[in-house]
């Protein structure tokens, strides 16, 4: 028996979540179904986080312990003729035994996807928000630049487990404009659940001039309960696990030419009039 590391992409359109549930289709059960059928016999596969209903990922990894006589490469063709439609296995490899994709983890990645439209576009808000009236992209690069450092995310979300802390390391905050998208990418030790989509919210209504700036750096220095949370929660669409890492890997991105990029005690005098 050897343990594997499996790197998973997934359309989490039609899922209720990553984590198996009594009932509704989750990717924890698609997957775990799909390895029973290559004489899987274990109760759970283990996985680097769980994403909410309607989230996407292109870089989830999970681990199992399974008797397998061939190689890596057989291993996922053999692994992705069982899974559904929407859930694929990019890579496999035979890993120590001792790998968790969890505790290993050093970091993860996220991207969320928005365009600005005042008409609905079915096809395209499948995998992003759109967002109407539009955002001043300037100031979104401003209230990324803040989020750099350690800070107390209280105010974006709750731990897995009541109790535990909310102070989290981001290390990447960039705004990109990719085709005719805008990709809030964001790179941090973890995440609190709903950060991400709490962060991308308060950022487009600051953006849009609906909120006022103070209101990003009130909640980042005066942690707060759960009642007293950032409101407002951009939809799950937009939002994908881009990659989870590893000790071996590089944490950090580099903003991309034409990027503005401000250090994290910067944001106060780098603010727009």
């Not at 990717?27 to 390895?35: D, F, T, W």
């Not at 209903?53 to 992705?80: C, M, P, R, T, Y």
């Not at 989509?197 to 001039?209: E, F, K, N, P, T």
């Amino acid at each position: 028996m050897a343990r594997y590391q499996v790197i998973i992409a997934y359309d989490g359109t039609h899922f209720r979540g990553f984590q198996r549930q009594a009932t509704g289709r989750t990717v924890q059960g698609s997957i775990e179904s799909a390895l029973r059928k290559l004489g899987w016999q274990s109760k759970s596969i283990l996985a680097a986080g769980r994403t909410d209903a309607g989230v996407h990922a292109s870089g989830q990894v999970i681990a199992f312990d399974l008797v397998w006589e061939h190689s890596d490469q057989a291993l996922k063709q053999a692994l992705n003729a069982h899974l559904p439609f929407d859930v694929v296995a990019r890579l496999v490899k035979q890993v120590q035994p001792a790998f968790h994709p969890r505790n290993d983890a050093i970091a993860r990645r996220y991207r969320y996807a928005l365009f600005t439209q005042a008409e609905r576009d079915p096809l395209r808000e499948r995998y992003a928000w759109r967002i109407w009236p539009a955002a001043n992209l300037d100031r979104l690069h401003q209230t990324a630049a803040c989020l750099i450092g350690k800070h107390d995310f209280a105010a974006f979300g709750t731990p897995p487990r009541i109790g535990d802390d909310t102070v989290r390391q981001i290390m990447g905050a960039t705004w990109k404009v990719e085709e005719a998208y805008w990709v809030f990418e964001v790179s941090a030790d973890a995440f609190l659940y709903h950060m991400v989509r709490r962060l991308v919210s308060l950022q487009i209504a600051i953006a849009q001039g609906q909120k006022p700036f103070d209101l990003l750096s009130q909640s980042l220095h005066q942690p707060t309960t759960p009642a007293g949370m950032v409101q407002g929660l951009a939809p799950p669409q937009g939002l994908v696990l881009a990659e989870v890492i590893y000790p071996s890997q590089d944490v950090f991105f580099r903003a991309t030419p034409g990027e503005l990029k401000f250090g994290e005690n910067d944001c106060a005098k780098n603010l727009l009039p």
